[in-house]
């Protein structure tokens, strides 16, 4: 929604100086929503401006530094990767012989442990490709499928229940021969509510399946909001049957983009998640995670961040981050024609949908992204999607006015809208 006109530019003659690029730059941002002042309802994760100062300086003093080389040329990497392991593992209530590796995010994370799974069952059926498929709630992040694609695995994706939960049932029915993982949300990006992990455990043991839980979105809040009372299900390793699960330090974590973790009960089985490659002049090549070159910042950010906040940090950022999602339900509710999608309260993810027809949602949310609070939208049910974090605590009440005001001005001018299938 930048009102600069962009011209293309491409590389000039002479170089240009770092003031005038500065200033460029700064420009840029001009035309972007304003993500600290709450106006941006997911993409970006912002605590305070401490915690941030602490991210991009621990960032820039290991931007240069790569992870390829973390073991020999960069053993500081190691260290700290080695402390941000041991964090997640004890967070995570992972056993002893647990094992863990750092990634670029949660797509990369969800794409170790679909591979790690495939692999496995490639060398247990002895099979050198096999037609596999995972069983998921319908809910499940794209990125799964992304993942699943490029690795020649099948999605089935399956139905809910009255509370948007995975179906029990269904997922059960979906299994088969070929089926090598379960996968469930902790919470799921759409609605915000935990699959039935503790049942889908069960059932991964009685059919022998791996079992996967995606907490890319909840990893790094859920064991904080369970500490301050919030209704927050058993997901973890804490749950039998839980193989792996993944969580994204770029998100509640509050470290710099590019930092997640995966983890998995038996270390042992990160023998297939590794690539290694002999056949080449220069030797063998080995990796971890899909990753070649990785961020050296994004390590360095997220070891000094989780340093520097300490549980305490935590339980504070997720002490304002639910306080703004309850307050944001409470007052969404108390608007006429408007309702939160229940149940709330297991994360900060929040969706509002119309009860009269006379509100056309959508219209509602251009009308909001015209005074400046750029809306994520739900198509099932059609509705203004939103995750919450700290930064929108201190606006909670002018949003609620702007959402107000939006309502008003689409109702009385009977505004209409379309749902943008790309507006994710
Ligand atoms: C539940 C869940 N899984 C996976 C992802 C993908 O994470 P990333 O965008 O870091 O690859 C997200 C992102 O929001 C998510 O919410």
Known sequence: ???????????????????????????????DFKWREGRVPSYTYFFNDETLRVQKEAYCEFMSENGLG??????SLSRMIDDIF??????????D?????????????????????RDQARAMREEKFGYYNVVTPLTAHPCLSKVAEILDVTVKRVDLDAERRGDLAALEQAID???????????????????????????????????????????????????????????????????????DIHKFGYGAKGASLVLYRDAQVQKYE?????????????????????????????????????????????????????????????IPGLVCLEPTGEANLVTFVATDPAIDIMAVADRLEKRGWFRGRMREPLGI?????????????DYLSEVSAAVNFVTSRRLSAKYDEHSY
Not at 191 to 205: C, E, K, N
Request: proline share 7%; net charge neutral; glycine share 12%.
């Open 177 to 247: 021969e070929h089926t090598i993982m379960l996968y469930g949300s902790a919470p799921c990006y759409p609605y915000g509510v935990f699959d039935p992990i503790a049942d889908m455990g069960r059932l991964a043991q009685k059919r022998q399946l791996w079992l996967h839980v995606d907490a890319c979105w909840g990893g790094f809040i859920s064991p904080f909001a369970k500490k301050l009372g919030y209704p927050i299900p058993e997901w973890d390793f804490n749950v039998p049957g839980v193989t792996s699960l993944s969580a």
């Open 70 to 75: 973390a073991g020999r040329a960069f053993p």
């Open 1 to 31: 929604m930048s009102n600069i006109e962009h011209k293309r530019r491409g590389l000039p003659k002479k170089g240009i100086e770092w003031s005038t690029l500065r200033v460029e730059l700064e420009e840029l941002k001009g035309g």
């Open 385 to 397: 999607h939103q995750g919450v974090n700290p930064a929108h605590l201190p606006v909670v009440d």
């Open 274 to 334: 590794r690539f290694e490659f002999s056949d080449w002049p220069r030797g063998t090549y080995v990796t971890p995670t899909f990753m070649g070159t990785k961020p050296g910042g994004a390590i360095a950010a997220a070891w000094a961040v989780m340093q520097y906040l300490g549980e305490e940090g935590y339980l504070q950022a997720t002490r304002e981050t639910m306080d703004a999602t309850m307050r944001l339900v409470q007052g969404i509710n108390k």
């Open 97 to 117: 012989g647990s094992g863990a590796s750092f990634t670029s995010g949660g797509t990369e994370s969800v794409f170790q442990a679909v591979k790690t799974a």
């Open 86 to 95: 041991a964090i997640g593992l004890e967070l995570f209530n992972a056993p």
